[in-house]
């Protein structure tokens, strides 16, 4: 029996459960992220996906990535922390790259880039329905062209 304020074990269980079943989703998610495979992503995404509360086709998100790639061909996502609450997914990502294609502008350095990235996602029934995602472009573009002056 549970005490006041304690959940009982099944409810415990059930939460337990659905963060494991949240928790894999985002794991098999971010190896195909790591893995640059698109299509596979867009499997993960509501068809609209609110992307930072803009609907969006799940082939406009992958579209975004495209040029990151060319840019930064082994960019890899690194979980450093991911909390989950209910239906939301909270991650803290550390992101690296080498910049061997241009980026906003900026021809190829071969610069090695850390950077760090927040992203919140709402599941609904098992895809990724919602999206709020900061990532700090700014140090990217600061690591690069420093990388350049040293070229």
Not at 30 to 35: Q, T
Not at 66 to 72: D, G, N, S
Request: one cysteine or more; glycine letters at 6%; charged letters at 20%.
């Amino acid at each position: 029996m549970a005490t006041k304020g304690t959940p009982p074990v099944s409810e415990v269980t059930g939460y337990e459960a659905r963060n494991e079943e949240h928790r894999a989703l985002y794991q098999s998610y971010i190896g195909y992220c790591n893995a640059h495979n698109f299509k596979a992503m867009e499997s993960f995404y509501t068809s609209p996906i609110n992307i930072n509360d803009e609907p969006w086709a799940p082939s406009k998100v992958t579209a975004q990535f495209k040029p990151l790639i060319a840019a930064f061909p082994d960019w890899h996502w690194e979980i450093r922390n991911l909390t989950i609450e209910g239906d939301y997914l909270a991650l803290h990502l550390r992101v690296t790259g080498t910049h061997r294609g241009t980026f906003r502008g900026i021809e190829p350095t071969g610069c090695r880039m850390t950077t760090s990235q927040f992203t919140l996602y709402h599941v609904v029934d098992g895809k990724f329905a919602d999206v709020w995602d900061l990532v700090d472009t700014d140090s990217v573009i600061k690591q690069i062209e420093q990388g350049k002056a040293v070229l």
